[in-house]
């Protein structure tokens, strides 16, 4: 397995709210999309890998799937509580998509609008549902997926981790072949580049080269977002 990670702010933010984790050695690979003001965004995100890492490397030839689902519940504690305690990061969140490989399996905690994507035999299929408004909208036929992409309330979430005490996080499994590549990115990624775009950079190039040239493609077309990318190849 190889596996690489790379943020940019992007072209127009003054900073990076994305924090990301790609750990080989544990087979866990995290990306977390942070919202607030005066930083706070910057810090949803961080506090919630930070959690996710400390309670998965505690683990002791426990289960995985409950250790990381245990793990997204208690980052969804650790952000609102912190949240609580400063004025400055009232109604803090976070996205978060976090993915551990064990035995040939893939399992996925999910809250937010970042996605995870695997590639197999030249196709991709997205893995994880977008928690926003938009997206409910088309999974319930209101609106159609061409406008969607207009829609002035296009990154409204749903649902987001930290914003309260509890959170419904999505949980799901996946088996996992030789040569296929499972990706974790944000949404400053996938509002700007199509999932053939994606599927492209990554099966014709090595994971690192691809990684760049995902963040380079969201950059020349606007950047309008922080930029988080995360490629796996098994």
Do not use: W
Request: glycine letters at 8%.
């Amino acid at each position: 397995m190889i596996g690489f990670g790379l943020t940019d702010k992007g072209l127009v933010r003054k900073s990076n709210e994305d924090s990301y984790l790609c750990c080989l050695r544990r087979q866990l690979f995290v990306v977390a999309d942070g919202m607030g003001g005066h930083a706070a965004g910057e810090v949803a995100s961080k506090l919630a890998i930070q959690t996710i890492n400390t309670r998965l490397n505690q683990k002791n030839n426990s289960d995985i799937s409950s250790d990381l689902y245990q793990a997204a519940l208690e980052a969804n504690t650790k952000v609102y509580e912190f949240s609580q305690e400063k004025s400055e990061y009232t109604g803090m969140g976070t996205t978060l998509t976090a993915m551990a490989i064990e035995n040939g399996r893939a399992y996925i905690a999910h809250v937010g609008d970042s996605r995870a994507y695997l590639i197999r035999k030249g196709e991709i299929n997205l893995l994880t549902k977008d928690h926003s408004l938009v997206s409910e909208l088309v999974r319930c036929g209101q609106i159609s997926t061409e406008d969607a992409e207009s829609h002035p309330q296009k990154h409204m979430l749903t649902r987001a981790l930290g914003t309260g005490p509890i959170v419904q996080v999505d949980f799901l499994e996946c088996e996992v072949d030789d040569d296929d590549y499972l990706v974790l990115c944000t949404d400053g990624l996938t509002n700007l580049v199509s999932e053939q775009l994606i599927k492209d950079a990554i099966i014709n190039n090595d994971i690192k080269t691809g990684t760049v040239k995902l963040i380079n493609l969201a950059l020349e077309l606007g950047g309008h977002d922080n930029i988080t990318v995360i490629i796996v190849r098994i």
